[in-house]
């Protein structure tokens, strides 16, 4: 009998606190992070096949290799050498969305492949070890300047409060999403593609250069967005979401300030498009510069800002708040 294992990864949503994950941060001064997945995926497809001398992965570009020193995806390559894996196979890895976009995908690439290599082996690993070991693969095996709280909020799903103390380790605290905020999250938010694709390494270097030496104008910054966490953990908390987009806002505000590029004046030009047709928040998720922008805005003003946007052919990325994190069904054919 034959196993088809699918697994997937959701991809994540940072409210506040972003960049305080990042190790040049938090080993000084600690770092918090709020955000939540969504119901869009990096899903996985492992077909075991033991009787074939080769191992195939279809993807943006398609692999065909016998020794993992053949794979030219560096990601692929270290997620199958962490895992362990003994038996050949064919594998088919899909995405709801494009990379380099701000929605933590390479996070949500190494989950996915990770869990679903480790359902087949049968070898139990938990949702934050499985964090750990994709979050590992990024900093201290590629060597990215980037924190850990995709490779949680993508494993855990849900709705997450992380602390990260200087040690780099991570407190966990779920929140539960009341009536309203629930209904804010999935009806109120909106994620939209600008089009442009980024690469969240350059600006997180930049960022940690500024920090290792302490500039002083950088370390205030982080500062304030970091205290932006404790505002909108209260606000969900008393299920209060008419103050997330004021949050949003302010959060936006800061970024800008740490993450100037060429794409400013088109996310500006975006930016005063969504608040005049009615939103009350607006923010760029990652490390800036492009990829999603999350609006948020009343039902009345929701339809007038997508047709506005649409005009500039900016679409809509559809989404709910994902409670189950990565998941993986093993089938029997």
Known sequence: ???????????????????????????????????????????????????????????????????????????????????????????SILSDAPSKSGLGGSA?????????????????????????????????????????????????????????????????????LKEKCLNYFNGNMMLFFTNIRRSAGKVLMRQSDQINHYDSATIHIMNEIKELVKPMHDAITSDNPYDIGRILKEHWKLKKMLSKNDADEMISQLMDICYKNGADGFKILGAGGGGFILVSAAEEYKSKIKSELRKFNIHELEFKVDFSGTTADVISI
């Not at 993807?59 to 290799?65: A, K, P, Q």
């Not at 200087?166 to 929140?175: E, L, P, S």
């Open 1 to 91: 009998m034959s196993r088809i294992i699918i697994s997937k990864a959701p991809f994540r949503i940072s409210l506040a606190g972003g960049g305080t994950d990042i190790f040049s941060w938090c080993s000084k001064y600690g770092g918090q992070v709020i955000g939540f997945s969504i119901d869009r995926y990096v899903i996985t497809t492992l077909l075991p096949r033991n009787f074939q001398s080769h191992n195939e992965v279809s993807l943006e570009n398609s692999e065909i290799f016998t020794e993992v020193s053949e794979i030219n995806n560096e990601y692929l390559s270290l997620a199958i050498q962490k895992s362990a894996i003994r038996n050949n196979f064919k594998m």
């Open 108 to 176: 949500a690439f190494l989950n996915s492949i990770i869990y679903a290599f480790k359902n087949n082996e049968q070898t139990p690993i938990t949702k934050c070890a499985l964090a750990e070991l994709s979050s590992s693969i990024e900093i201290d095996d590629l060597m990215r300047p980037v924190g850990k709280q995709d490779h949680y909020l993508s494993s855990l799903g849900g709705v997450n409060l992380l602390t990260f103390d200087r040690d780099n380790h991570v407190d966990i605290k779920k929140i539960e």
